[in-house]
């Protein structure tokens, strides 16, 4: 049974571009969450996206917005990149809006130059 | 605000010994929190968890204990193995926020 795989896992960025990174939940996980860790730091909260909705947001701008496919896979989309969006990027998926039974994926470390 | 944070960002302890790294938080209605290990170029994996009308949980090696009076959890890692060598974080989720909270976490080195 497949954890939540990321893609890609790593990715280098030149300042100003824009960048999707993908996320496929666990089998039989409905809702995904998305994580920003800078290095060094606990992973902050982005958003929540069940039934193909947002339904909670952190505290980040309109740059960093996403989708949910029928399938329940992610995107997260980063437009107008700043060096401060380098960091490794989390996604983690759970048995509804909950976050219990949470589970994480390896991440995509994007780098932003 | 929310938080939660962690006391001690380094821990070094020899291969053995029992580990304690203790966490804070700041938000009186969060009613779960959760341990995560955090190896180099992994996410976090799931440790141990405990709601807020328990005051200890064991599990494998590991106890949470969880003291709301002073807003405080701590995880004790027994016997500490080359292999515990990780980021801890501690989370907690509840209240008014359907989120996870992540503390900075802290770098466990066990010493051969």
């Known amino acids: 049974d497949a954890g939540v795989t990321q893609s890609p896992t790593h990715l280098i960025k030149t300042r100003g571009q824009q960048v999707t990174l993908r996320c496929s939940p666990k089998?039989?996980?409905?809702?995904v969450s998305w994580y920003q860790q800078a290095l060094g730091q606990g992973p902050q909260f982005i958003f929540q996206?069940?039934?193909?909705?947002?339904?909670q947001r952190g505290n980040f701008p309109d740059r960093f917005s996403g989708h949910q496919f029928p399938n329940y896979s992610s995107e997260l989309n980063v437009n107008a990149l700043l060096l401060g969006d380098s960091a490794l990027y989390l996604c983690?998926?759970?048995?509804?809006?909950?976050?219990?039974?949470?589970?994480f994926g390896s991440g995509t470390r994007l780098t932003v130059v | 605000g929310e938080s939660v944070g962690l006391h001690l960002p380094t821990l070094s302890v020899q291969e053995g010994d029992n580990s304690i790294i203790n966490c804070a938080y700041s938000?009186?209605?969060?009613?779960?929190f959760i341990w995560y290990k955090q190896e180099s170029g992994k996410g976090p994996q799931f440790i141990i968890d405990?709601?807020?009308?328990?005051d200890k949980r064991q599990g494998q090696r590991v106890t949470v204990l969880l003291n709301k009076t002073v807003k405080h959890l701590s995880l004790q890692i027994a016997a500490t193995q080359p292999g515990d060598s990780a980021v801890y974080f501690c989370?907690?989720?509840?209240?008014?926020?359907?989120?996870?909270?992540f503390g900075t976490g802290t770098l466990l080195a066990v010493q051969p």
């Open positions: 983690a998926s759970s048995p509804g809006t909950g976050n219990y039974g949470y589970t």
């Open positions: 089998s039989g996980h409905d809702t």
């Open positions: 996206y069940y039934e193909e909705e947002e339904r």
């Open positions: 938000n009186s209605a969060s009613d779960y």
């Open positions: 405990i709601r807020s009308n328990m």
């Open positions: 989370a907690g989720y509840g209240g008014a926020t359907n989120k996870l909270i």
